[in-house]
């Protein structure tokens, strides 16, 4: 089985503030996982991924997500937002032994004020 | 274009109509996805594609709905006497094959069809 909880539903940050979304996961062995962000009425839009190596990632945007195999965390960071991050943040999960199927978390909205 | 093609952007219909949603993916792209993502909530899955091999139909919620594909092109998902509850937004995504290193991959999403059945 695999699932991903992301415990917060909004997250406000103030412009230039760093920016944290959270993501913790289940799965059996080592997982994949992705970050996505959707803007209104648009699809997801791909930002970062961890496979292997490296626990730091970096992806589009200036956004980056450090896999913590120890706290089954994948925390998406921004180390100043714009207005423009503001979207609906999406992590999901998939294991090794499953080919194609990922599970998405409820995602979390964030809003970044001028 | 280069990116996944969804149509209709907007679909509004009657209760107890049928409508068909249409997923051109991206050319190459021979697994295909579609998920429902209901108001506040994250994807549901509801069915894989992967080249010529039977659908994974396990995430599809009733037997009002079903999907074809032809080949490695385009999927039309289709839910049958629409109910109120099946309003929400419907995404189709595409990735390269699991077998060619597709699993590391991310899908890529089109911008989905927004059903509202009155």
């Known amino acids: 089985a695999q699932s991903v909880a992301q415990p917060e539903d909004q997250v406000n940050v103030a412009e230039g503030n760093p920016l944290t979304v959270k993501c913790t996961y289940s799965?059996?062995?080592?997982?994949?996982l992705f970050w996505y962000v959707q803007y209104p009425n648009r699809g997801l839009q791909f930002l970062l991924k961890?496979?292997?190596?490296?626990?730091l990632v970096k992806g589009s945007y200036g956004f980056e997500a450090e896999f913590n195999k120890s706290q089954t965390s994948f925390h998406l960071k921004k180390p100043s937002a714009l207005v423009s991050d503001s979207a609906l943040y999406f992590c999901?999960?998939?294991?090794?032994?499953?080919?194609?199927?990922?599970?998405f978390g409820a995602g979390t909205t964030v809003t970044v004020r001028a | 274009g280069a990116g996944v093609s969804q149509s209709p952007s907007n679909k509004v219909t009657e209760k107890g109509k049928d409508v068909e949603l249409r997923c051109d993916p991206i050319?190459?792209?021979?697994?295909l996805y579609w998920y429902r993502q209901r108001l506040g909530q994250g994807l549901e899955f509801l069915i894989y594609?992967?080249?010529?091999?039977?659908?994974?139909k396990s995430g599809l919620p009733s037997d009002r709905f079903s999907a074809e594909r032809t080949g490695e092109s385009v999927s039309t998902l289709t839910i049958q006497r629409t109910q109120q509850e099946d309003s929400a937004v419907y995404l189709c995504?595409?990735?390269?094959?699991?077998?060619?290193?597709?699993?590391?991959?991310?899908?890529?999403f089109g911008d989905g069809t927004r059903l509202s059945i009155l």
């Open positions: 799965v059996s062995g080592n997982p994949y």
């Open positions: 961890y496979i292997t190596g490296d626990n």
């Open positions: 050319s190459g792209h021979t697994a």
């Open positions: 594609f992967q080249g010529n091999s039977a659908p994974d």
């Open positions: 995504a595409s990735s390269l094959a699991p077998g060619t290193g597709g699993a590391r991959q991310p899908q890529h």
């Open positions: 999901a999960v998939r294991a090794p032994s499953n080919d194609y199927k990922l599970s």
